[in-house]
């Protein structure tokens, strides 16, 4: 009998009317493979023409999931990530070879009969009845698309994945009356298409085209007949005819469908045994997927984005919407990534720490104005293996990072000092103070109850020689701790509690910022990332962007998705900002953090070390790039940074201008090389002039802004959003040489502010 064309065979109400008319035998035939035994028959044969007339006629075909593709800004690759490894193509774009091998081994009477091959039906039954098993199955090419389709539907769940699999008689008679409606809508080619797009071939790869590259690493058009035979041969069952692992066992099953093409005329013997005669010779490209193959070390920024993906409301209203929309895949995600910018940070990071050092680092880039995060990188891989970690320290809890964070030190200070600004206080204010005070009280609260200080907790400044009086440029630079414990108890707690708030300051756990004193010391752990774009704000001069790592994405279709955008607010004036700058460029100039200054510059920023040094931080910023580097234990347990050697370096004592300083210099020099350098605005403080901040050119180095594609157009790194110019509305900015003292300031650059803080 000639075969028919795609879309042959009986209509769909003809393969209704026939399968009712024969719902007796098809009772019987069902029960014959699926539950041996006369007894179960007549049960079978009763219940199949009700049930089929209960099934809903329309098969919801779920699209099928595929990888996606992560890029940076620039476009480059970064990662492929995937539930299930598959690319859909055409069937023009699969080799003719495949196409009449896994018809011949699969259903070789595909394009003569309907939804259900009645022939292959009673073969079936004879061969099971004198075998006295259900050893041999009648499913058609067409069944068991529509089973994979179940399967695919089922996604992860395993209850389901077993029912869409279960050898039941409802679930048979399910599948066939789904199978009419397939046969009916999309026809023979379209069938072939799916199916082939769609089912398992093994080594985690779904489809043929997937297949294809993970056996032979070339597309699924290339396939020469003896790779397509042996392709064909794994769906029966990918793990024992898996040629990877046995070789031999897969080149019978292949020969066994050559054979079979051959018997059916679909090539000539001649050209099957030719092809018998080859061995088994694969290309195997190895399954790569997840965040663990991300390129340039941004395998926790990679890690980022799938959580974005994953708990943000833009992708979905509920966790279950959004982790559907990410295991699907087919999506390509063009990042924030600046790949100028992670490279530095990869390199910094490799000069100063180890990968098998006690304690890490990481470091976090973002741009002020837009919320867009640069870069992200730290000492411990991305991975599973020794001196790896899936723990991303750059970010809180919730995204995949540490459960709680990092304490900060002094580097909190500066949000103390402009809640105290905005609320009034002005920047000559002096507080007189001994070298150790106890906590003064009470300290007003958010609520009807001050704190007091009960346990008569005291706060001492690191150097002995720390005392007297200080007004509040000093106090920044040296990082006298007495001095804002001073402060935080004149204001009260709740306009610092509402800075932080505002400037997206949270704990790294979640929890609520407690009202005590000693938050101005920097005692609640936070993440790289909060801290890196809370000093963005000061840099935007007062104005709060929320950190976005997604320009773009594209679903399978080519199809625009919404993307989160970063929400700017105005959270504090302009001079209060550009206070905090000036303040925080004599940090850099003559203060804690000289070890940071860049020369080709201003940059501005602050120190901090905690308690028994087990966290050593600088979070600094130019107008255009703000980054955090903490350097710590990012274990359970912790590491006293004294005595220690880091990056095959000795020290004495790590102070956050120490070592995290230096990282963070070299990180931002690299990132910013060959960018525009604007200018802060600054004030004048107590009349004692305005600090310098490093010394730059007179004319920027970098290209000139608004160039297409180019560092200088904004929103691109060292573009001009967010920065301010040579002068600015509040005050005077004056050039120079790097490293000008702050008037009146002598300080040891070693120097740190207490013994949990700087």
Not at 167 to 175: A, D, F, I, P, Q
Not at 383 to 412: A, H, L, W
Request: charged residues 20%.
């Amino acid at each position: 009998m000639g075969k028919k064309r795609s879309g042959a065979g009986l209509t769909g109400p003809q393969q209704a009317a026939k399968f009712l008319g024969v719902s007796v035998l098809a009772g019987v035939v069902l029960a014959g493979i699926a539950i041996p035994g006369a007894g179960a028959l007549g049960l079978a044969a009763k219940g199949t023409v009700e049930g089929f007339d209960e099934i809903p006629a329309n098969l919801k075909t779920p699209p099928l999931s595929q990888r996606t593709t992560i890029l940076d800004a620039e476009g480059g690759l970064i990662a492929m990530v995937y539930s299930r490894d598959r690319q859909v193509v055409p069937l023009t774009a699969i080799s003719p070879y495949m196409q009449k091998a896994i018809v011949a081994i699969e259903d070789s009477r595909f394009y003569e009969h309907g939804a259900v091959d009645l022939k292959g039906i009673l073969r079936a039954v004879n061969q099971n009845a004198q075998e006295g098993s259900a050893a041999q199955g009648a499913s058609t090419l067409t069944q068991q698309y529509v089973k994979n389709v179940f399967v695919e539907e089922a996604g992860d769940d395993e209850t389901k994945v077993r029912e869409a699999q279960e050898k039941s008689l409802g679930r048979k008679v399910r599948e066939l009356k789904y199978s009419i409606q397939v046969e009916e809508e999309l026809g023979k080619k379209k069938i072939l298409e799916n199916y082939l797009n769609i089912t398992y071939f093994g080594q985690q790869a779904y489809g043929i085209e997937s297949a294809s590259q993970r056996y032979y690493s070339k597309p699924a058009k290339d396939l020469t007949l003896d790779e397509s035979a042996l392709l064909a041969g794994l769906v029966q069952s990918p793990s024992r005819y898996d040629p990877v692992n046995d070789s031999q066992e897969a080149m019978k099953r292949r020969n066994i469908v050559l054979q079979r093409m051959a018997d059916l005329k679909e090539i000539p013997q001649s050209e099957a045994d030719e092809a018998k005669k080859k061995p088994v010779v694969l290309k195997v490209t190895r399954p790569k997927n997840g965040c663990i193959t991300a390129v340039k070390g941004a395998g926790f920024f990679c890690d980022y984005v799938r959580n974005t993906v994953l708990t943000d409301p833009a992708f979905g209203k509920t966790r279950e919407e959004r982790a559907k929309l990410w295991n699907l895949g087919g999506l390509t995600i063009r990042t924030t990534l600046d790949p100028q910018s992670q490279d530095s940070v990869n390199e910094s990071i490799k000069d100063h720490v180890n990968q098998d050092d006690r304690v890490a680092t990481a470091v976090t880039l973002v741009q002020p104005g837009t919320g867009r995060v640069l870069a992200m990188g730290q000492s411990k891989p991305y991975g599973f293996g020794k001196n790896e970690t899936q723990i991303n320290f750059s970010v809180d809890k919730r995204m995949g990072g540490s459960n709680f964070g990092f304490p900060t030190g002094s580097t909190f200070k500066p949000f103390v000092a402009a809640a105290a600004l905005e609320n009034g206080m002005p920047a000559s204010k002096v507080y007189t103070t001994a070298q150790e005070i106890e906590y003064p009280g009470p300290v007003e609260t958010c609520g009807d109850k001050p704190w007091v200080n009960t346990d008569h907790e005291r706060v001492p400044n690191e150097s002995l020689s720390e005392f007297g009086a200080y007004n509040l440029r000093d106090a920044m630079a040296k990082s006298v701790n007495t001095y804002f414990a001073e402060m935080i108890a004149e204001i009260g707690l709740c306009p610092v509690t509402e800075m932080t708030t505002k400037l997206g300051v949270i704990p790294a756990d979640g929890s609520k910022l407690p009202e005590v004193p000693a938050i101005a010391l920097g005692t609640e752990g936070m993440s790289p990332l909060t801290m890196a774009n809370a000093y963005a704000t000061f840099a935007n001069r007062g104005t709060y962007c929320t950190p976005v790592s997604i320009e773009s994405i594209t679903d399978a279709h080519g199809k625009a998705l919404s993307v989160p955008k970063s929400k700017c607010d105005r959270v504090m004036t302009e001079r209060t900002a550009d206070t905090i700058n000036t303040l925080l460029l004599g940090v850099v100039d003559s203060g804690t953090g000289t070890q940071a200054g860049l020369t080709d510059r201003q940059n501005a920023g602050k120190t901090g070390t905690t308690d028994n040094r087990y966290n050593a931080w600088f979070v600094g910023y130019t107008p255009n790039m703000s980054g955090a580097t903490w350097v710590g234990s990012g274990g359970a347990k912790q590491v006293s940074m004294e005595n220690i050697n880091i990056g095959g370096q000795y020290f004495e004592k790590v102070y956050g201008g120490g070592l995290p300083g230096p990282i963070w210099k070299q990180a931002v020099s690299g990132a910013l090389a060959g960018r525009e350098a604007p200018n802060f605005a600054t004030v004048g403080l107590d009349g004692g002039g305005a600090p310098v901040g490093g010394g730059r050119p007179s004319t920027p180095t970098g290209p000139k802004p608004g160039k297409p594609n180019k560092p200088g157009k904004p929103n691109k790194p060292g573009g001009t959003t967010g920065s301010t110019g040579s002068t600015g509305t509040t005050g005077t900015t004056t050039g120079g040489s790097p490293n000008v003292p702050v008037p009146g300031i002598t300080l040891d650059p070693g120097l740190i502010g207490g013994p949990d803080t700087q």
